[in-house]
């Protein structure tokens, strides 16, 4: 992708030329158990993100989702969340710092580096027009703003209670302010006008109801824009035949769910989603499952977005609604 500029938001005053290199990474390592660094390039000292790290080797219980941001830093320690867990935030996090090109590991953290593991590490940097992480304390109100600094409406809200096991809210655009997604379950869709107090997001806030505003209760939220220099939410209903997304650039990342239940489906251009590839390699945001490699080409990222072939598991029933 050409560069192109933008005034970052999170950076006070100036003009920078931004790349997708400078802001998303999908990194795979073999583990080590011992420390070490990841270098990526992704500047998270000084703009803040997101690392989204799972083992595509094995399944299972010591196998989960290890979700770790610049924000959730408790008495020195990185806390990790788990996308397919309920469970409240814990202090193993497994990432020790993150720097100016990348993030270092702890030694012999069976989820995110144990020996000869096999691992796939998402990365999110901070960014206007692509990605925020926000945190905030509940008070208890119902139709509580919360800033975010996109700076432009969100396509897509993660919203997860640190402090207590309570599921993941999911907010996407296609079904908007009445209904949530739970990220830690493969369900469909759920009608509730309290999750997001019947109010949708705007360039600057989202808004919460009660449900995710407890009083005294600890959150993060992950916002994704909704924009077509880097990244797009959307979604199709599926046609019986090969379904054609035009995003007006050429993604690395994709992930896919069927609105009304099903796992959410992650396929990226690092472990082989690829034009012509037989045997898309996909991981569930929702499972810990290690990779479940498809018997053909499933999807096939283009120039200009992305194609689902017919009969896709998971990502193209004829009729069905698909968020992405």
């Not at 919360?146 to 396509?155: E, K």
């Not at 045997?279 to 689902?308: I, K, R």
Request: charge should be negative; proline fraction near 2%; charged fraction near 15%.
């Amino acid at each position: 992708m050409d560069p192109i500029t933008q005034q970052l938001a999170l950076a006070g005053t100036g003009i920078e030329e931004v790349t997708v290199d400078d802001i998303f990474d999908v990194t795979m390592y073999t583990g080590s158990s011992t420390a070490r660094s990841i270098t990526n390039g992704i500047n998270f000292s000084s703009r803040g993100g997101l690392v989204w790290i799972k083992n595509g080797s094995n399944s299972g219980n010591f196998f989960h989702h290890c979700l770790l941001d610049t924000e959730r830093n408790v008495s020195g320690i990185f806390q990790r969340l788990n996308s397919n867990l309920p469970d409240a935030e814990s202090n193993n996090g497994g990432v020790t710092a993150f720097n100016s090109d990348g993030y270092d590991l702890v030694a012999g953290d069976p989820l995110i580096n144990f020996l000869n593991e096999g691992y796939v590490a998402w990365s999110w940097r901070r960014q206007r027009k692509f990605f925020d992480v926000v945190t905030y304390t509940g008070d208890g109100t119902a139709g509580r703003a919360i800033s975010h600094s996109l700076d432009a409406t969100p396509g897509m809200i993660m919203v997860k209670r640190r402090d207590a096991s309570a599921s993941w809210r999911v907010y996407h655009d296609r079904f908007g302010n009445a209904r949530y997604f739970t990220l830690d379950t493969n369900a469909g869709s759920t009608l509730d006008a309290n999750t997001w107090n019947n109010t949708s997001p705007t360039s600057t806030d989202f808004t919460v109801g009660t449900g995710l505003n407890q009083n005294g209760g600890t959150y993060v939220a992950y916002v994704f824009a909704n924009d077509e220099d880097f990244i797009k939410c959307g979604s199709y209903i599926g046609p019986g035949t090969t379904v054609t997304i035009s995003l007006n650039f050429t993604p690395q990342f994709l992930m896919v769910k069927q609105a009304t239940g099903g796992d959410w489906i992650v396929l990226d251009t690092t472990r082989g989603w690829q034009t012509g590839f037989n045997g898309d390699s996909a991981l569930e945001w929702n499972t810990t499952d290690q990779e479940q490699t498809y018997a053909g080409d499933v999807s096939n990222p283009t120039s200009q977005g992305f194609d689902v072939f017919n009969g896709a598991t998971g990502m193209n029933t004829s009729g069905d609604d698909f968020i992405y």
